[in-house]
């Protein structure tokens, strides 16, 4: 719930036109909640004295920081971040601290949502890695001799020849933890996956898109057992995560985009 403090409320009226469902208004000089909204919170991040807060349903305001001078990231060092963020297939065994973890995992949660409906859940291994891994694996090798069952979970381009059955460590390749985002929602998963991946690089940390997990549990009981899915439940993406046991020296050379300016 969006509380206004009339106390503190200067009547400037930012809040109510930066509200996207309308639902504030200044009467008699103070900002006031006219109707229910979806919690976006621009009108707690834009009051200038800072007057409005949430409550209820989990949100915390302790979580609001002050944007501050001095916090930008700077165009060129995201590029450059972007272009010099690779998939990491080569893993050192010693697990991200749970401190690491959950700044990625911030990194996901505050990422945005369609509609603001912050449908997005994660299920996070660490030391129960190993045992998701041969899981994982005795699924992926029900699907060596069947070509038909192989390619309704990896439909073509992917082929059988693609997939290293006898290599223990073929979908997460040793990595130490690994993240699945689970979402009835496939593109709210994705972004916050990618800002989670940036975070991870960010603080020196290899990850990997493991898309083979994801197929495969999507089509594996065993599997959706195991990670206690509901029906409605989609493992969207699977981020394999662990210190880089490799350094790249340079970013990589990608096809021309095909960019239609109007
Ligand atoms: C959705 C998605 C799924 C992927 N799945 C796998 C995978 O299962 N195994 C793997 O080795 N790499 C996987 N990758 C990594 C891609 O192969 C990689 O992003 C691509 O080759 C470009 O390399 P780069 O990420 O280092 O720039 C996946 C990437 C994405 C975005």
Redesign the pocket.
């Known amino acids: 719930m969006v509380i206004i403090d009339r106390e503190k409320c200067v009547g400037c009226g930012l809040c109510a036109l930066d509200c996207l469902a309308r639902a504030i208004s200044v009467e008699d000089g103070r900002a006031a909640i006219v109707k229910g909204c979806f919690h976006c919170g621009h009108c707690v991040a834009i009051c200038p004295a800072e007057a409005v807060r949430i409550e209820g349903g989990d949100y915390d305001m302790r979580d609001v920081e002050p944007v501050g001078a001095g916090f930008g990231v700077g165009a060129e060092a995201f590029l450059h971040a972007v272009k010099t963020?690779?998939?990491i297939?080569q893993f050192g065994r010693e697990c991200p601290s749970r401190a690491e973890l959950e700044t990625i995992l911030e990194a996901g949660c505050f990422s945005p949502t369609a509609s603001n409906a912050q449908n997005v859940s994660y299920i996070v291994f660490t030391e129960g890695t190993e045992r998701l891994r041969a899981l994982a694996m005795a699924e992926l090798r029900k699907l060596k001799d069947d070509e038909q069952a192989f390619y309704t979970v990896f439909p073509p381009p992917m082929s059988l020849s693609r997939v290293h059955f006898e290599d223990d460590d073929f979908?997460f390749?040793g990595a130490p933890a690994v993240i699945l985002t689970v979402s009835p929602h496939a593109v709210n998963a994705a972004i916050a996956s990618c800002n989670m991946e940036m975070e991870a690089a960010a603080l020196g940390l290899g990850a990997?898109?493991?898309?083979?997990?994801?197929r495969l549990a999507a089509h594996s009981e065993a599997l959706r057992s195991f990670l206690g899915l509901k029906p409605e439940d989609t493992v969207v993406?699977c981020l394999a995560l662990g210190p880089p046991a490799v350094e790249y020296q340079r970013t990589?050379p990608r096809r021309k985009a095909q960019i239609d300016w109007r």
């Open positions: 963020r690779r998939s297939r979908l390749k990997l898109y493991v898309g083979f997990f994801a993406t990589v």
